[in-house]
Antibody, heavy 121, light 106 residues
Framework: EVQLVESGGGLVQPGGSLRLSCAAS????????MSWVRQAPGKGLEWVSA????????YYADSVKGRFTISRDNSKNTLYLQMNSLRAEDTAVYYC??????????????WGQGTLVTVSS | DIQMTQSPSSLSASVGDRVTITCQAS??????LNWYQQKPGKAPKLLIY???NLETGVPSRFSGSGSGTDFTFTISSLQPEDIATYYC????????FGPGTKVDIK
């Protein structure tokens, strides 16, 4: 059974940093691209970033480019999102999501339950 | 950037009704479109991929159609457990979600 478990969310001040993690199990992690998708309170879904299975290709939404970095450790079956220079508008539940292919098609067949990031002073 | 629109933004229907949601892309995305269901407090769930393919395990009352810029999602007979928000998503160029359609029971 595919399982994706996010962690690392919390309250952070504007301008601060936070690193999210997503622990994967139930599938061969290195064989699939992964993404982060966020949802602000009461709002719709917004794709944030994607990474190929090998980690060699990364993609970002314009809203986070230059501030967020996606990475993965295939030996630990873990996906990461390093978030710097955080803004109030980054407040959201952050989901990790699995792609059905190794290359990042940026579509999602499995999702984690999400971790809440709140950016506030 | 490709923009996605959905209509209606919300709807209320009776159990057993046929429900239709439309999704439009700002440019041709071929069939690179998925549909997700999100229940309150839960993660989204993939229902339809590549515009018209039913994800494994998803009830056959859900269906999708379309290509190019215009897409349709249908619930053939609305059930109480279908109360949720439904999102379309294009992956022709990176990724963009539609704003969602909230479905309620009348």
């Amino acid at each position: 059974e595919v399982q994706l478990v996010e962690s690392g969310g919390g309250l952070v001040q504007p301008g601060g940093s936070l690193r999210l993690s997503c622990a994967a199990s139930g599938f061969t992690f290195s064989s699939y691209a992964m993404s982060w998708v966020r949802q602000a309170p009461g709002k719709g879904l917004e794709w944030v970033s994607a990474i190929s299975g090998s980690g060699g290709s990364t993609y970002y939404a314009d809203s986070v480019k230059g501030r967020f970095t996606i990475s993965r450790d295939n030996s630990k079956n873990t996906l990461y999102l390093q978030m710097n220079s955080l803004r109030a508008e980054d407040t959201a539940v952050y989901y990790c999501a699995k792609d059905p292919l190794e290359m990042a098609t940026i579509r999602f067949d499995y999702w984690g339950q999400g971790t809440l990031v709140t950016v506030s002073s | 950037d490709i923009q996605m629109t959905q209509s209606p933004s919300s709807l209320s229907a009776s159990v057993g009704d046929r429900v239709t949601i439309t999704c439009q892309a700002s440019q041709d995305i071929s069939n690179y479109l998925n549909w997700y269901q999100q229940k309150p407090g839960k993660a989204p769930k993939l229902l339809i991929y590549d515009a018209s393919n039913l994800e494994t395990g998803v009830p056959s009352r859900f269906s999708g159609s379309g290509s190019g810029t215009d897409f349709t999602f249908t619930i053939s007979s609305l059930q109480p457990e279908d109360i949720a928000t439904y999102y379309c998503q294009q992956y022709d160029t990176l990724c963009a979600f539609g704003p969602g359609t909230k479905v309620d029971i009348k």
